[in-house]
């Protein structure tokens, strides 16, 4: 199973990004998906999440009205898109898959351990 996580990159405060995850295997279109970030010195935290159907949404308060998330399965592909960035959203982001218990279900996560597989991040930096 891989995830590729792609869209990172440097952007000035205000600016805004689109992060992609594109799921090895189609299976994955029917679980939960989320993005986690982990900024330097800090523990992973939740960003967002999205159920298989993309009828259910889920955002750390962070984030919330700012970034959403989205997903087409037909691509097997999960984004985020990130609008009115903030120095303090610079992290490096993660994508996820939700453990089995939200196939073909509207649960959504918003813990590390309710998923089971990982990409390998992409870098996102936002300057002052």
């Known amino acids: 199973v891989q995830l590729q996580a792609s869209g990172g990159g440097l952007v000035q405060a205000g600016g805004s990004l689109r992060l992609s995850c594109v799921a090895s295997e189609r299976a994955f279109s029917a679980r939960a998906m989320g993005w986690f970030r982990q900024a330097p010195g800090k523990e992973r935290e939740f960003v967002a999440a999205?159920?298989?159907?993309?009828?259910?949404?889920y955002y750390a308060d962070s984030v919330k009205g700012r970034f959403t998330i989205s997903r087409d399965n037909a691509k097997n592909t999960v984004y985020l898109q990130m609008n009115s960035l903030k120095p303090e959203d610079t992290a490096v982001y993660y994508c996820?898959?939700?453990?089995?218990?939200?196939?073909?279900?509207?649960?959504?996560?918003?813990?590390?351990?309710?998923?089971?597989?990982w990409g390998q991040g992409t870098l996102v930096t936002v300057s002052s």
């Open positions: 996820a898959v939700g453990r089995w218990g939200s196939y073909r279900s509207e649960i959504v996560y918003g813990t590390a351990d309710d998923y089971d597989y």
């Open positions: 999205i159920s298989w159907s993309g009828g259910t949404t």
